[in-house]
């Protein structure tokens, strides 16, 4: 059986081809394209025409290496939606949740329910992009039109099969589902003029959507396709294919954004995960991604978009390498770093506002964003220990953030932690899993994770002995008067 995952992230997508050769997980990409929002009239679209049209030509090259059958899982991003009419067309382009309408939005919806209230039936962190803020800015008329609100994955899926659901792993991230009654809550739907039935039935990872209507794409020459609704969320589908083993480890799935957690059997709702924003999203079989949402490679993305000259990623590591670290101390997840208009000039901007040395060089820059971003995963680390009263013994990071072997020794330096690295395409993998459990070839996900450890390079990083306690205290005096010094208050 050859199974093809799609899987979409803000920057880029492609496709990948799997299947079970020698008892071991083959994989090879057949297609890639990129991705990104534009700005049109002020605002911020994807392009979901351009991404659906480059699913096709990636179908047609699977057909074109010989294979006339195949299953087929989407996963992309998550709280993006589109609007559908009684005659299931768009009522408008898709905004990406990078778009400026929505960051006062979380206090003005506080002000009607409060934040420990929807805390309390989410479970979920307050991010100013979640769906429910989105849903909340929408224009009514359009709202009032609109026969079904779809997730992004699931309105791909319905333009290849006809077939509209909504898959709980990415619908748990629009800040609607109750925890308890494991459907939409009709008391914060209604806070945004939504109506139960405007949403797809929703369904588990696993679930068979239909078969690719052929008929639709005259154009292209496509395999029969089987859709089969995987972890849409590209999250849920990367910690599926995360090879954690034994009881005590945590997961970065590390991309344009970090997501780093636990895969926690029930709910963790509680003051300090409230206080420290985590969050629990759906994953697959019933589990919940327990996790903090933190900025990832976008800052360097930006920093590479901004350049003169152009650098690709291993050579920003080459340049960190070069350059003592921890000159600068920023948080990143603070709302400036979201979509500057120049992600340099906004990092030099506020080491000056903190009286720290601005980073100037190439290699300031990167060793900048790295030594940071492992700071917060430190503290991250720290945070989640203290909430769940468990002890983390080793941090499993996957997605293409491991390649960056300067950034994970970092990491494991400062979080005191064993860090394994790999495999990158655990996104991919995941979703060709699910695709395999659900044809019943890979018997479950304890089996899944062992074909993984059994099939893929994980390289190791133990901690080296450096003063962490002192640079995180550090950091967390940095951020404590830039905040003082923005709001006038503790």
């Known amino acids: 059986m050859i199974y093809v995952a799609v899987d979409i992230?803000?920057?880029?997508g492609r496709l990948v081809l799997g299947g079970i050769k020698d008892n071991k997980l083959k994989i090879k990409e057949i297609h890639r394209f990129s991705n990104g929002f534009t700005v049109k009239d002020g605002t911020c679209y994807w392009d979901i025409d351009y991404l659906l049209n480059e699913i096709l030509k990636g179908l047609q090259v699977v057909k074109s290496l010989g294979y006339d059958q195949c299953t087929v899982g989407i996963d992309t991003w998550a709280v993006d939606y589109v609007l559908l009419d009684q005659k299931g067309k768009r009522l408008r382009e898709v905004v990406s949740y990078r778009d400026g309408r929505t960051k006062q939005t979380i206090e003005k919806v506080t002000k009607l329910v409060s934040k420990e209230k929807i805390y309390k039936k989410t479970g979920i962190q307050f991010l100013p992009f979640n769906t429910i803020y989105q849903l909340y800015e929408e224009d009514q008329e359009k709202l009032k039109n609109?026969?079904?609100i779809l997730m992004v994955p699931d309105y791909l899926g319905y333009c290849l099969t006809g077939v509209a659901v909504t898959e709980v792993t990415n619908a748990s991230t629009t800040q609607l589902l109750n925890l308890n009654s494991r459907t939409f809550d009709d008391e914060?739907?209604?806070?945004?003029?939504?109506k139960r039935e405007q949403f797809a039935r929703l369904v588990e990872p696993g679930t068979e959507l239909g078969m690719l209507k052929k008929e639709w794409f005259s154009s292209f020459d496509l395999p029969n396709c089987k859709v089969i609704t995987v972890a849409t969320h590209d999250t849920a589908s990367a910690v599926i294919g995360t090879p954690g083993f034994g009881e005590n480890w945590a997961y970065l799935s590390s991309g344009t954004w970090s997501l780093l957690g636990i895969e926690s059997a029930v709910p963790i709702v509680n003051e300090l995960a409230l206080q420290h924003n985590y969050t629990n999203e759906w994953g697959?079989?019933?589990?919940?991604?327990f996790l903090k949402n933190i900025i990832g490679m976008w800052i360097?993305?930006?920093?590479?978009?901004?350049?003169?000259?152009?650098y690709d990623f291993a050579q920003f590591v080459e340049e960190a390498k070069k350059v003592k670290g921890f000159h600068q101390f920023i948080n990143f997840n603070d709302e400036r770093f979201m979509n500057p208009a120049n992600m340099i000039d906004e990092i030099q901007t506020y080491c000056k506002e903190t009286n720290q040395k601005v980073p100037e060089t190439v290699g300031e820059l990167a060793?900048?964003?790295?030594n940071n971003l492992a700071i917060?995963?430190?503290?991250a680390i720290e945070e989640l220990e203290e909430i769940t009263g468990k002890t983390i013994d080793q941090l499993h990071i996957v997605g293409g953030g491991a390649y960056n072997e300067h950034l994970n020794q970092l990491t494991a330096d400062l979080s005191g932690k064993v860090v394994y690295a790999g495999p990158t395409e655990a996104t991919a993998i995941g979703n060709l899993i699910m695709q395999m459990i659900a044809t019943k070839e890979v018997k479950d996900l304890e089996a899944a994770r062992?074909?993984?450890?059994?099939s893929f390079e994980i390289k190791k990083y133990t901690p080296n002995e450096i003063n962490r306690q002192a640079i995180i205290q550090k950091f967390k005096e940095v951020v404590l008067y830039d905040h003082v010094r923005s709001t006038g208050s503790l």
Request: one cysteine or more; hydrophobic letters at 40%; aromatic letters at 6%.
């Open 146 to 148: 609109t026969n079904q």
């Open 188 to 194: 914060l739907l209604d806070l945004i003029s939504v």
């Open 450 to 454: 062992q074909l993984i450890r059994d």
């Open 367 to 370: 060793n900048c964003i790295y």
């Open 376 to 379: 917060i995963y430190a503290i």
């Open 284 to 289: 697959a079989f019933q589990t919940i991604r």
């Open 300 to 310: 360097i993305q930006e920093v590479r978009r901004h350049l003169e000259q152009d």
């Open 9 to 12: 992230g803000a920057s880029s």
